[in-house]
C-alpha cells in the first residue's frame, strides 16, 4: 500500500506534495474546505493549478479529498437531502478544479426512515451527482462507516446495494477505514482475508480505491468510531504486518487518520517499520 496520510491545508493545497513529502508520506488526504461548513469560498482557480502542478512534479496520482462531515445523502428529510447534494456537486467540482482523482464521503444515516430507505437516497444522489459532473475525472469513493448511531455503509451487504444501484461504475469507488470494518463487527484483526474474501464476492476488489489506515481505540465491534495510532489500540502487530502484505490491496493508497495528525504520523511510521514493513 502506498503510505498516506490526512494533512492540514494550513500552507495551501500546492504545498500538500512537498509536506507529505516531509512527514515521510507518498500521498495524502485534505478537506478542499472547512469539512464543518455548508458555505465555501470558491476555489481560486491560480491556486488549484498550482496543486495540479505540484502533485504532478511529485509524481502523486493517487492524492483524495475527504468531503464535508455534514453532508447527509441518506436523509429523509427533501431539503436536508438537497442542502447535502449542491455541497456534494461542489466538492465533486472542487476536487476536479484541483485535479484529485478520489473524493471520500461518508454515505449517511437514516435518521429513524430506515437503511434501505437512506440506501436508495445515496444511490440517487450518486446517480444525479454523476449526470451532473458529466467529464469528471473524479471517482464518488464512499467510506465504510463504525455503524454509530443511524448510519448505514457499515456492512458489506450496504456497500453492495450501493455499488448496484449507480449505474456508472467507472465513476464510483469504495474506501475501507480499518477501525470502522472492526467497529462494525467485521473481525479483521484475526481474519483480514476473510472480510477481503466477503467483499471480492459482494462488491469486487477492484472497487477499493483507498484504506484509511487506523488503530481502533475501543474494543470489537462497538459501532464507536474513535481513531488510536497505529500499534496504539486494539490491533496486533501481526494485522499491520497482513495488511501491507495483502495483495488484493497492495495498489492502494492507505491514508492514516490518526488522532494527532501531522505531529503523530511519525510515531505511526516508526511503528509500521518497527514491523519490518516497508513503506
Ligand atoms: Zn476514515
Ligand atoms: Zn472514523
Redesign the pocket.
Known sequence: MNIGG?LSTKDGFSKLPENAHTLGLRTYQFFSKNQMQWKARPLDAGEAQAHREAAKKAGISDEAI?ASYLLNLGSPEDAKWKMSYEAFVDEIRRADLLGVPLL?F?PGAHMGSGEENALKRISKAMNSAIEDTQGSKVRLTV?NTAGQGSMVGYSIDHLSAIARNVDQKERIGF?I?T??TYQAGYDINNDLGAFLSEFEDKVGIEMIKAV?L?DSKYEFNKHL?R?ENLGKGKFSKEFYKNIFEEKRLSKVPA?L?TPEGEEGYPKDLIFLRSLRIEL
Open positions: 490526512h475527504h471520500i461518508h467510506e474506501c477505514d477501525c470502522h484509511h487506523n468510531d481513531h491514508f487518520e
